[in-house]
Nanobody, 124 residues
């Protein structure tokens, strides 16, 4: 398993931007897929974006397409989520996750390693 630590959360006004980081430790190799999920109060944890470690293929939830960008830096074992044009409905705790399952993974139950989460609050 890998260990994941998120950072970069905070409070912004609607229309603003934030960049989340996820530092991964342990053995990261090309078979991994890294994902970002979020959970708002009273709601289930939902998929936001994912990227394959080897090929850099990316997948996004419809609600964030065109606004969020996921990327990874192999040299520093890090995954990023650039969030632009933020909306109040983006307010949630954001989690970084990792899985070795093949193919796009959109369910939290398909990810094996999780970070502790970082709070993002968007005010109107």
């Amino acid at each position: 398993q890998v260990q994941l630590v998120e950072s970069g959360g905070g409070s912004v006004q609607a229309g603003g931007s934030l960049r989340l980081s996820c530092a991964a430790s342990g053995r990261i190799f090309s078979g991994y897929q890294m994902g970002w999920f979020r959970q708002a109060p009273g709601k289930e944890r939902e998929f936001v974006a994912a990227i394959t470690w080897g090929g850099g293929n990316t997948y996004y939830a419809d609600s964030v397409k065109g606004r969020f960008t996921i990327s990874r830096d192999k040299a520093s074992n890090a995954v990023y989520l650039q969030m632009n044009s933020l909306k109040p409905e983006d307010t949630a705790i954001y989690y970084c996750a990792a899985t070795l399952r093949i193919g796009p993974q959109y369910s939290q139950y398909d990810y094996d390693s999780w970070g502790q989460g970082t709070q993002v609050t968007v005010s109107s």
